[in-house]
Nanobody, 121 residues
Framework: QVQLVESGGGLVQAGGSLRLSCAASGSIFRLNAMGWYRQAPGKERELVAGIFSGAGTNYADSVKGRFTLSGDSAKNTVYLQMNSLKPEDTAVYYC???????????????WGQGTQVTVSS
């Protein structure tokens, strides 16, 4: 199995910064994608930023220039640095990974438990 352990999140004033971390562990042969999604109340889950094998890093238009996704491949960890936060960034943020497990050809999708980010105006 594969586990995603998230850290970071919390309450911050508008204009502030937060950093989210997500570490993947377990029976990992290859990480084909890793990143962050978010879901605000009453809205669908959306991609915030992700690193995709062969496709580079994608960002939601709403966070370009403010959020930066980086990774440590040796630790199977990604970091989301969120600057200039806005109240509309308030949501539960979920770590996501697409993994090829040891001994398998199929790719599997995994999600973290979610971490709340609240930006006050």
């Amino acid at each position: 199995q594969v586990q995603l352990v998230e850290s970071g999140g919390g309450l911050v004033q508008a204009g502030g910064s937060l950093r989210l971390s997500c570490a993947a562990s377990g029976s990992i042969f290859r990480l084909n994608a890793m990143g962050w999604y978010r879901q605000a109340p009453g809205k669908e889950r959306e991609l915030v930023a992700g690193i995709f094998s062969g496709a580079g890093t994608n960002y939601a238009d709403s966070v370009k220039g403010r959020f930066t996704l980086s990774g440590d491949s040796a630790k199977n960890t990604v970091y989301l640095q969120m600057n200039s936060l806005k109240p509309e960034d308030t949501a539960v943020y979920y770590c996501h990974a697409r993994v090829q497990r040891m001994g398998y050809v199929t790719q599997y999708e995994y999600w973290g438990q979610g971490t709340q980010v609240t930006v006050s105006s």
